[in-house]
């Protein structure tokens, strides 16, 4: 990167002679073309097709008109007369922002990330998973204590639905013998700690 007090080619750079950040803009509009070219420029091939980014400095009482030039990315500045470098440009980073793509897959990552997690906190509807409760623990239901001793899916009327499950429950009926009984997730809960 040129020196403040080196000299550079007097020219119009399409690049930063600093840092080689592009001063190519974005594309003039078609009905505003022909007030960024010479009045003598063939319209089917205007020379000036986009903005330029590059920063023109005029300094009063010195000039009418742009005297220095400036890359609006590291800073770096020129004389637009002499080519004089009056001031370095700052070092950039290879990138400043993120493509498109890159932005996109860490849209997908995270959409991913927050589909494991509800399905992790809900449960996945046709899963073995989809259940509150695991094997062994204790539970209440209808008011009676018991232990969940595992699930299975089941047929109501006939129709067989992925997401219809029901706990086996061992419990210990009236007469104080162990049970399996079934029930629905909504009819058991959490057994009181002891």
Request: aromatic share 8%.
């Amino acid at each position: 990167m040129p020196e403040p007090g080196d000299k550079i080619e007097i020219k119009e750079y399409d690049n930063c002679p600093g840092c080689g950040s592009s001063f190519i803009g974005n594309p003039i509009p078609e009905e505003s073309i022909a007030n960024y070219n010479p009045l003598d420029a063939d319209p089917n091939n205007y020379p000036n097709t986009h903005f330029r980014r590059v920063i023109g400095i005029e300094i009063k009482g010195q000039r009418d008109g742009v005297l220095h030039w400036k890359c609006p990315d590291c800073g770096f500045r020129w004389h637009r007369f002499t080519g004089l470098v009056l001031e370095k440009g700052k070092k950039l980073s290879k990138q400043k922002g993120f493509t498109l793509a890159e932005l996109l897959v860490c849209l997908a990552i995270v959409l991913c990330l927050i589909l494991v997690l509800v399905f992790s906190m809900k449960g996945c509807p046709g899963s073995t998973n989809n259940l509150s409760f695991k094997a062994g623990t204790k539970v209440m239901v209808d008011g009676v204590p018991g232990t969940i001793m595992g699930h299975e899916r089941i047929d109501t009327d006939g129709n067989y639905t992925m997401d219809t499950w029901v706990y086996k429950i061992r419990v210990i009926d009236r007469e104080g013998e162990p049970e399996t009984i079934q029930a629905f997730e909504s009819e058991v809960t959490l057994a009181p700690e002891r």
